[in-house]
Nanobody
Framework: QVQLVESGGGLVQVGGSLRLSCAASGRTFSSYAMGWFRQAPGKEREFVGRISWNTGITNSADSVKDRFTISRDNAKNTVYLQMNSLKAEDTAVYYC????????????????????WGQGTQVTVSS
């Protein structure tokens, strides 16, 4: 059984920072890609970025690349999403997900290819 639990969401002012965590438990994740997605009300789920458990290689969406950083602590089975310079448009429910070690950008951004998902954590950015 695989469990993913997000935490760290909350209310933050525009320009502020927030760090989200995703704790993984159960089956080994050594060969997994860990993705971050977000979904705002009335909008489709959007790819934010991903990280490889074993290599640490990251890929991020252009919309957040200069502001968000993905990292992981393999010893803690935890991945992080550090969000800086937050904008109101970043308001969404943020999800972490685990999937195969994708090799193309199109595949890693496809939420349908991730079999395991956390419950999500709300991030609200206000002025």
């Amino acid at each position: 059984q695989v469990q993913l639990v997000e935490s760290g969401g909350g209310l933050v002012q525009v320009g502020g920072s927030l760090r989200l965590s995703c704790a993984a438990s159960g089956r080994t994740f050594s060969s997994y890609a860990m993705g971050w997605f977000r979904q705002a009300p009335g909008k489709e789920r959007e790819f934010v970025g991903r990280i490889s458990w074993n290599t640490g290689i990251t890929n991020s969406a252009d919309s957040v690349k200069d502001r968000f950083t993905i990292s992981r602590d393999n010893a803690k089975n935890t991945v992080y999403l550090q969000m800086n310079s937050l904008k109101a448009e970043d308001t969404a429910v943020y999800y972490c997900a685990a999937g195969p070690p994708f090799v193309t950008g199109q595949a890693m951004a496809n939420s349908r290819l991730y079999p395991y998902w956390g419950q999500g954590t709300q991030v609200t950015v206000s002025s």
